[in-house]
Nanobody
Framework: QVQLVESGGGSVQAGGSLRLSCAAS????????MGWFRQAPGKEREGVAA???????SYAHFVKGRFTISRDNAKNTLYLQMNSVKPEETATYYC?????????????????????????WGQGTQVTVSS
């Protein structure tokens, strides 16, 4: 079965950096669109970044230039490097994937930050940014 396990969250001061990881299993990772989302208390979940199977990147405007999404297909791992973080970015961060019913990762024009096509999610990792 598809599993996505995030790690790397924690507490960081404003302006600092943090690197999140997401270990994926149970599907063909290299062919899947992968994304990061976040949800703060009392707010809707929002897309942060995405990377398709060809390595094409997509970012929400509010993280562009500060966050970097990347993937290691040999390790079936997704990353989110977060730099110059802000207190308002305190949230639970989720890894997501688009996987077909046959277990094949899917990727296409629908692979972008905030896409509604993601159908698998990790349990999330908490990021707390203090001022």
């Amino acid at each position: 079965q598809v599993q996505l396990v995030e790690s790397g969250g924690g507490s960081v001061q404003a302006g600092g950096s943090l690197r999140l990881s997401c270990a994926a299993s149970g599907y063909t990772y290299s062919s899947a669109c992968m994304g990061w989302f976040r949800q703060a208390p009392g707010k809707e979940r929002e897309g942060v970044a995405a990377i398709d199977s060809d390595g094409i990147l997509s970012y929400a405007h509010f993280v562009k230039g500060r966050f970097t999404i990347s993937r290691d297909n040999a390790k079936n791992t997704l990353y989110l490097q977060m730099n110059s973080v802000k207190p308002e970015e305190t949230a639970t961060y989720y890894c997501s994937a688009i996987v077909g019913a046959d277990g094949r990762g899917l990727s296409g024009s629908y692979c972008y930050s905030g896409s509604y096509e993601y159908n698998y999610w990790g349990q999330g990792t908490q990021v707390t940014v203090s001022s």
